[in-house]
């Protein structure tokens, strides 16, 4: 058992560094006053979205930049979607929405989508989003200045998570938990080597001439997370890539109930790890088991160290997510239990090739 505290304890240690280094380098999206006019592809897959489009088709119209299109593709949704987008297109003269084609072998649906989408865009940059989000003022314009700046291939941002159920603020907070622990983000555009990725389908903005050259979505049409993926491609390419976090300009609802949620991030989380299963249990037991193991052991200051850092890296982790800290410190254990609940279904759908999303199995 000595063994199992003193990895665990070190595990922990190096997790607290990382997200300390996160908090402190605060890889942030920040708004600049410099005015772009670069004409931007808004693109936005759906299937079966009717109780989100709109949300987030009013949010872009309200938005304060102003050169762009917004193409929306039908990915044969059974719900309203396709009638309550193709009203709000007919009242809007830059948005349009298509009809998306049969789905061939080979291909998941989202990244056909994106990938018939990129054929009919026209602009600039390609801005790839998701139909549960809301965007706000400065990010289309902050986000084509980082392009410039940096001379991006790629640029990707996760979200601000809205939650407002008990069993969403039990699941929906390990996103960034797992991530901030795990990948110091500036790190994505300062090291060139592909191994270094991270990337959120949220949001991707993509140079458009780099794309149509490459066409990355067909480079992964058959990859389940097809987002970090395509990081390491733009990358392996040659094109600097960035990983950002949205700082209030870029919201989404991830899942509305507490099993969505569990069945989503048991869909993505095998990705973290490069479907690396074994690695993924070695994370699992020093995360989940490791501080058991601590409790047990009755040594008070090693359980007070253990317990600090863990409230430290929950507070640094959830201001810069933009989550309410309070509730991620209570709620942690109830956090990490869920994600053993999450680990085990995950493991489970990728053996047995069960993976099902959006009514389809991928």
């Not at 160290?305 to 933009?322: D, H, N, P």
Request: hydrophobic fraction near 50%; proline fraction near 3%; glycine fraction near 4%.
């Amino acid at each position: 058992m000595i063994y199992i505290v003193a990895a665990t304890l070190l595990f922990m240690v190096l997790r607290f560094t990382v997200t300390l280094f996160n908090f402190i380098s605060d890889p942030k999206l920040r708004r600049v006053s410099r005015h772009y006019t670069d004409f931007v592809s808004i693109l936005i897959p759906v299937r079966n979205e009717s109780s989100d489009i709109i949300a987030l088709l009013e949010s872009i119209y309200r938005q304060d930049y102003n050169n762009y299109e917004v193409i929306i593709l039908d990915d044969d949704s059974n719900d309203d979607t396709y009638k309550l987008c193709k009203t709000f297109c007919d009242r809007h003269n830059n948005f349009r929405i298509i009809k998306g084609e049969q789905l061939p072998a080979g291909w998941t649906g989202k990244n056909f989508a994106c990938h018939q989408l990129a054929q009919a865009a026209k602009g600039d940059f390609f801005l790839f989003l998701d139909a549960d989000e809301q965007v706000r003022n400065g990010l289309i314009n902050t986000a084509v200045y980082r392009m410039y700046q940096y001379k991006l291939g790629l640029l990707s941002v996760f979200a601000d998570t809205d939650m407002r159920s008990t069993g969403e603020l039990t699941v929906v907070p390990l996103l960034h938990y797992v991530l901030l622990g795990l990948l110091p983000l500036r790190l994505v555009y300062l090291i060139k080597n592909q191994a270094v990725a991270a990337a959120s389908g949220q949001f991707m903005l993509f140079n458009a001439e780099v794309y149509r050259q490459h066409q990355w979505h067909n480079e992964v049409k058959d990859k389940v997370v097809e987002d970090a993926e395509i990081m390491r491609m733009v990358k392996a390419a040659g094109y600097p890539g960035e990983t950002l976090l949205a700082n209030n300009m870029l919201s989404s609802r991830m899942y509305k109930s507490y099993s969505a949620a569990v069945n989503g991030f048991s869909k993505n989380v095998l990705s973290v790890f490069n479907y690396n299963i074994i690695w993924f249990l070695i994370y699992i037991l020093l995360i989940i088991t490791g501080p058991m193991m601590v409790i047990i052991t009755l040594n008070i200051p090693i359980i007070l160290f253990m317990l600090t850092i863990t409230v430290i890296g929950r507070l640094m982790s959830s201001f810069l997510a933009g989550q309410n800290p309070v509730y991620n410190v209570i709620l942690h254990p109830l956090q990490m239990l869920n994600l053993t609940a999450i680990a085990f279904i995950a493991i489970q759908k990728h053996l047995t090739h069960k993976v099902i999303w959006k009514g389809r199995r991928i």
